[in-house]
């Protein structure tokens, strides 16, 4: 039998994309056209292992129950390379699995239920395994007693977690994100069966797989072009790979759906703890009237003060100065005596913070051009110049230079 032309597998390619893409919207409404292309390329590249650098995690999350998140978890575990689903693996036998040289995908379904509250601190190993198991070549290190001698045991592989809520940042840092709703009245879907649809669904598993595997090779050293970077970049890759092995309309639709799905993730504050902080210290100083220094009890009134954000919650007393000292330090960023109208106090020049907005939180690209009037606390910080530090060294921030008065000398 005659080897397949490059345009019959181009061809191929992209029709069982097309049959996969129909058989998502069959059983589940998706929130857009581009989770839908988004899902169908993540299962497809988990055909492809083998070929990746990176195993993107798929998290499905829904606001409530009844959104369809486990409904497509079924289709997943129909449709992807060798599925191993679960609600309540230990993390010894997740590691068995993957440790068998050639992982499964890994479904685990109720996933807010292993990491929020009680539970979070008992799965903790789970969660560096998901998270290690983003890379290839990072495995978890054991202490085998019994042979006296360290063991490697591979974390490598493609996984997908469902739940209610947001996941650990660090998993949906690495992750295609896709966001379920409830069906509105009129949107309808076929019931599933997993005893009558499952071999149709297994038939599309087995396309996909033999014409990825035919095509490990170009896979592996695909380098398409991204629209995103960093880890983004290294996430929606195996993605992008696989659009541009098909053809047709499908390297477009992919990356349509890595730079819609991305915003969504960052305008959902898809950020971490400190990097939070670093924006609203930011918003706190616009607050106070973008002065050159704030009293460290100014900024913690401002953030503690705010009701959408979550400072307010860090303790009996909300955010204190130690826990903000702390968080900051990481950007070596620290508080200073600074002489304000009021006094000496502990407090934070916005200098020290310019570097750390620069690189971690950047100003939008049309800020709005409407002017506010801050509201400014009685202990406005403008610094006094020429004040001394009590150590010797000049702490003092410089203010703009005095003009005087007409007819003054």
Not at 56 to 63: D, E, S, Y
Not at 105 to 113: N, R
Not at 135 to 144: F, G, L, S, T, V
Not at 348 to 365: G, K
Request: proline share 9%.
């Amino acid at each position: 039998m005659n080897q397949p032309t490059s345009t019959d597998q181009t061809t191929d390619g992209a029709a069982i994309l097309d049959t996969l893409h129909a058989c998502i919207t069959k059983y589940v409404i998706l929130p857009s056209a581009e989770a839908v292309d988004a899902v169908a390329l993540w299962i497809a590249a988990t055909h492809a292992q083998a070929a990746w650098a990176h195993a993107p995690r798929l998290v499905i999350r829904a606001p409530e129950k009844r959104c369809g998140k486990s409904r497509l978890l079924d289709v997943v575990e129909g449709t992807c390379h060798d599925p191993l689903i679960t609600v309540n693996a230990s993390p010894a036998a997740v590691y068995r699995a993957i440790g068998t040289g050639q992982p499964p995908t890994l479904l685990v379904d109720e996933a807010d239920t292993l990491f929020g509250g009680k539970n979070a601190d008992a799965n903790e190993d789970l969660r560096g395994l998901l998270n290690a198991g983003h890379q290839r070549n990072r495995p978890a290190i054991r202490w085998d007693a019994s042979a006296q001698k360290l063991e490697k045991i591979p974390t490598f592989a493609m996984a997908a977690l469902a739940g209610i809520g947001a996941m650990p940042d660090t998993i949906e840092d690495r992750a295609v994100v896709v966001r379920m709703r409830r069906r509105a009245p009129g949107e309808k879907v076929a019931p599933y069966r997993h005893k009558r649809d499952g071999p149709a669904l297994r038939h599309i598993a087995q396309q996909l797989a033999g014409w990825v595997r035919a095509n490990l090779t170009t896979l592996e050293a695909a380098e398409p072009p991204m629209p995103v970077e960093d880890r983004a970049a290294d996430t929606w890759e195996p993605l992008v790979a696989v659009a541009d092995l098909a053809g047709g309309t499908w390297p477009a639709r992919a990356r349509k759906a890595v730079t819609t799905l991305t915003a969504e993730a960052d305008e959902a504050g898809n950020v971490s703890h400190r990097i939070r902080l670093l924006t609203d210290i930011r918003a706190a100083f616009e607050t106070l009237g973008s002065p050159p220094a704030a009293p460290t009890a100014d900024l913690l009134a401002a953030l503690n003060g705010d009701p959408e954000a979550p400072w307010a919650d860090s303790g009996p007393n909300g955010l204190t100065g130690k826990k903000l000292g702390d968080l900051l330090r990481e950007f070596d960023i620290r508080s200073d005596t600074i002489r304000f109208p009021v006094g000496q106090a502990k407090g934070y020049t916005r200098d020290a913070f310019t570097d750390a907005w620069r690189r971690y939180c950047p100003a939008p690209e049309n800020p709005s051009t409407e002017v506010s009037v801050p509201s400014v606390p009685t202990s406005f910080p403008q610094v006094i110049p020429g004040t001394d530090h009590p150590s010797g060294t000049d702490r003092s921030v410089p203010q703009p230079p005095r003009t005087s008065a007409p007819g003054t000398h």
